[in-house]
């Protein structure tokens, strides 16, 4: 398995910040994800994070608004900017593992625009 | 969209069983079953997974059908702390595909465990 941590846990920001959200594992991971929970809903992919070059994307979702970096094997950010209420979630980063890859999920970060 | 299907809520009383059933009748062959919980205002716990055997872990026990289109997750002795939403998802086995590794979550199943 693999354990995963994240900073800040939460933050409270003004409208048109942005806030960058860290995600560290504590063994090296073969893929690296991060998710959007909103309000009452379930976990939406944003992104995967490969290491050393640019993220690959869901629909609706794009680097402008969400720039990401995979730096290694180990750790990865994510952006959120130019902030407005409705991006008011949880973000959660997850790192895959073991024999099927499969994935392990960080305690997310809870995010509210003002 | 989740390719799986399961009730929105369920009762469990403490001590007993819970069974969590789950639809995936357009499963391929080489997609795994995953279950993953989360509990209120915490990151997704992965519980188990399984291709085509059932799999037995310390926390749970997957019974998947032969033609593979349903599975329940068994909860063997429910605990109040069990009380969580469980998520049924499906996902590629073989490396190199797209879709490869990531994770579809639908609404899951609200379980809740009573004394």
């Known amino acids: 398995s693999a354990v995963i941590s994240q900073k800040p846990s939460r933050d409270i920001c003004q409208r048109g910040t942005s806030l960058t959200i860290q995600c560290q594992v504590d063994s090296q991971v073969t893929m690296m994800f991060w998710y959007r929970q909103q309000p009452g809903q379930s976990l939406t992919l944003i992104a995967t994070?490969?290491?050393?070059?640019?993220?690959?994307?869901e629909s609706g979702f794009v680097i402008d608004k969400f720039p990401i970096s995979r730096p290694n094997l180990t750790f990865s950010t994510l952006t959120v900017s130019n902030m407005s209420p409705e991006d008011s979630s949880i973000y959660l980063c997850?790192?895959?593992?073991?024999?099927?890859?499969?994935?392990?999920f960080g305690p997310g970060t809870r995010l509210t625009v003002l | 969209d989740a390719k799986t299907t399961q009730p929105p809520s369920m009762d469990c009383a403490e001590g007993r069983a819970a069974n969590l059933p789950c639809n995936h009748s357009t499963i391929s062959g080489n997609e795994y079953v995953y279950w993953y919980r989360q509990i209120h205002s915490q990151g997704p716990q992965y519980i188990i997974h399984?291709?085509?055997n059932n799999e037995t872990n310390e926390m749970a026990s997957l019974i998947i059908t032969e033609d593979r289109k349903s599975s329940t997750l068994i909860l063997p002795h429910a605990t109040l702390r069990d009380t969580a939403v469980y998520y049924c998802i499906v996902r590629p086995s073989l490396a190199g595909g797209t879709s490869y590794g990531k994770l579809t979550f639908g609404q899951g199943t609200i379980l809740t465990v009573h004394p």
């Open positions: 997850s790192g895959a593992a073991g024999p099927a890859d499969t994935q392990y």
């Open positions: 994070a490969n290491q050393g070059s640019e993220a690959t994307y």
């Open positions: 399984g291709l085509k």
